[in-house]
């Protein structure tokens, strides 16, 4: 019996091996420290292949696709489209698990190379996770505290978000407030699907790379100067021209002080980053 638990083991790990595979997380986060009892739930993708992994949200996978659709038809009117609440890309290269996180602040999109390293401490209790058995770990990562749960018949070094480096899948983690949280829900081949980087995607501008340190400054400066772009763009003498739906003329200063203000109320409510140490 011990035999044949150990050859379905191996058999398991060789089929992951082997194929493109589609991990599903129900992602669960309470952005508002002040609302801990408001959560927001969304599906996040965990796009395996041998090349490398992408971390990404499926609203934003389907809202991209509706984007480029209705781009090359001229059509620009967005307003039916569901952006979701998670923004970013996560890339991790294998097997150096090298990661490239992807997010757009005001009018740039940067790609952030991010080499802090996961320090993990194994533990020996078991929880049953869906239909897996899985083993507890912890680590400290970002400012917050991190118990993950992984399957070593997975034999697959990955996870949610930038979480990796353990002897098996990340099928649950969650911080240590309960703040954010993501569960494995679902696993899909991907038996035809090729593997990309997402620096090769259409984009409307350029791809600007940054370090950590220096994308926590960028992302502090746009916190408290969300319109900065948009402004820069016109003290350099650029027109912009904007139009309400039936093509009337707006004043544009007027709608650049709306959206700074309309940033900043979201950012305030903002306020409980799963990389908590970005704020600090």
Known sequence: MKKIIIAFALLLGMLFNAQNKR?????????????????????????????????????KYISDSLIEAQSKHQ??????????????????????????????????????????????????????????????????????KWTAWFVADIPIQDGPYKFHGLPGLIVKLEDQTNSHSYVLKEIIDLKDREWKSQEENHRFGALVPLNQ??????????????????????????????????????DVEDMIRQRERKVKEDNAKDNNLLELDLLK
Do not use: H
């Open 75 to 144: 059509n620009g009117d967005f307003s039916k489209i569901k952006f979701g609440m998670v923004p970013y890309v996560v890339q991790k290269s294998y097997p150096d698990y090298k990661i490239l996180f992807f997010n757009r602040l005001d009018m740039d999109e940067y790609k952030v190379s991010d080499d802090r390293k996961m320090e993990w401490k194994i533990l020996p209790e078991k929880e049953k996770v869906g239909e897996f058995n899985a083993q507890k770990a912890t680590t400290d990562f970002a400012g917050r």
């Open 213 to 250: 340190e220096k994308y926590k400054k960028q992302f502090l400066d746009y916190r408290i100067n969300p319109t900065k772009g948009i402004r820069q763009m016109l003290s350099s003498g650029t027109k912009i021209m904007m139009t309400d739906e039936k093509g009337n003329k707006l």
């Open 23 to 59: 991990f599903v997380y129900e992602y669960r986060f309470v952005s508002d420290s002040t609302k801990k009892d408001v959560a927001i739930t969304e599906s996040i993708y965990l796009d395996v292949s041998k090349k490398g992994s992408k971390f990404y949200s499926r609203d």
